[in-house]
């Protein structure tokens, strides 16, 4: 299957010039996406843009990812309402660094002819002065064709800098020199990125009489209107120290059935065949969540490894389950997922003297006021209602260091959902 046809049946094509599609045809070609070092790691949001690349390398061609060092002092003024602070060199360098690291484990940098490749457009501007730039790229560019785009346009009343207006000259000249120095003849991005990609192939068109092309991807959007790849607690990132392989995994599992059907497609490398079956498996039993359970897996270990997936998915599990596994799951967790897995979970703080004499009903009743009252204790208790970390007791039950979880918890629960933590200090 051709990348065309790759993305097509994905729903990843929103926009693509005419004759893209015959050039890819001719052989190996090469494609640059760039990607913004706003921060030291990549978010799901840019996971699209990565997997397009991913697809573009699949089907025999160079990918090229491009980090903005240079235009990353300057901001992308696309989507944006108003103009975002710009960072330092050494913020830049930092970030710059850890985004390279995280574009390695998707692309094959070791693979003959369609190697992928990174690049830093800091490395052709740093040396490029102002006149220079005037001179050999804004000559080429008129002030309508630069008015007419729309970052420009939905920003005309609020006001844009004069540093935001010459972005998409910059990204321009990106586009030409990788043309003139690596043979690149397409940029690939998001769609809100196509008035940016359309005014490179013109600078290269009318300052080397070149043909180069643009190719689209749909924004994504979640069913209910929220932002795709934002939650509560903010972005979901790549890194696993601002966004936990747990958290990413509930993400995904959590995707609505609308979603799971179109996130599939687009962030699993699974084959057409193979999503068609998954799709339909799902539609009969809905109940079983088929396709949240899939993507959920084929991403995280996409992201983040498979010894990841298999600990996020058995700490999911945990909430639901019983009986040994269950019990064994407890104790086998460290104190920060076991803290993830249970958050929002109301907490009660006991000193390190209590275990070895503390009794079930001092647990929860004196110790944590999880049970109004001893009698309220022994009467649950003598119901079968109550467990300590997952494991049903009796009213004999004294807690001890065994029970600790991470060394530090203890995981009280009455029935299937009322859950109280213990916290040693």
Not at 56 to 70: C, W, Y
Not at 100 to 119: M, W
Not at 268 to 291: C, G, M, W, Y
Not at 303 to 332: T, Y
């Amino acid at each position: 299957m051709s990348f065309i046809e790759e993305l097509t049946w994905r729903g990843m094509i929103h926009d693509s010039m005419p004759g893209a599609e015959a050039e890819l045809n001719k052989g190996v070609s090469s494609a640059y996406i760039g990607f913004d070092p706003t921060a030291d790691s990549l978010h799901i949001g840019s996971l699209v843009q990565i997997m397009t690349l991913v697809h573009f390398q699949r089907a025999g061609h160079k990918p090229i990812a491009l980090v903005g060092g240079a235009t990353g002092m300057v901001g992308d003024p696309s989507g944006k309402s108003q103009e975002r602070n710009l960072l330092s060199k050494d913020t830049l360098d930092a970030n710059l660094k850890g985004v390279t690291k995280q574009l390695e484990r998707f692309l094959d940098f070791d693979c003959g002819a369609n190697s992928a490749e990174v690049v830093n457009n800091y490395d052709w501007f740093k040396d490029f002065t102002f006149l220079s730039f005037i001179r050999d790229v804004g000559k080429h560019i008129t002030i309508n064709y630069m008015l007419a785009k729309d970052s420009v346009k939905s920003r005309m009343e609020t006001g844009m800098s004069f540093t935001e207006f010459t972005y998409q000259l910059v990204q321009g000249y990106d586009f030409y020199w990788l043309y003139k120095n690596k043979n690149c003849k397409f940029q690939l991005g998001g769609s809100d990125q196509w008035g940016n990609i359309v005014a490179g192939t013109e600078l290269i068109r009318r300052k080397d009489a070149g043909e180069a092309f643009a190719i689209t991807t749909p924004l994504i959007q979640k069913a209910d209107g929220t932002k795709f790849g934002k939650t509560e607690g903010g972005n979901i990132w790549l890194d696993p120290k601002k966004t936990s392989p747990y958290k990413f995994y509930q993400y995904w599992i959590n995707s609505s059935d609308i979603d799971a059907q179109k996130y599939i497609k687009i962030f699993t490398l699974l084959a057409k065949q193979e999503v068609e079956s998954l799709i339909d498996e799902h539609q009969q039993n809905p109940s079983f969540r088929i396709l949240q359970k899939e993507l959920a897996k084929q991403v995280t270990i996409l992201v983040h490894g498979n010894d990841q997936f298999e600990s996020a998915k058995n700490a999911s599990e945990i909430l639901f389950q019983k009986g040994q596994s269950a019990i064994e799951g407890l104790k086998n967790m460290d104190a920060d997922l076991f803290l993830e897995v249970f958050e929002g979970v109301p907490q009660a703080e006991i000193g390190a003297d209590a275990i070895g004499t503390m009794t079930i009903i001092d647990a929860l009743s004196s110790k944590s006021n999880f049970l109004k009252s001893n009698g309220e204790a022994r009467r649950a208790l003598k119901e079968n209602s109550i467990s300590l970390n997952k494991e049903k007791v009796t009213e004999q039950k004294v807690v001890t260091n065994e029970d600790l979880i991470g060394g530090k918890y203890i995981l009280l629960q009455r029935g299937k959902r009322n859950y109280f933590i213990l916290k040693v200090i």
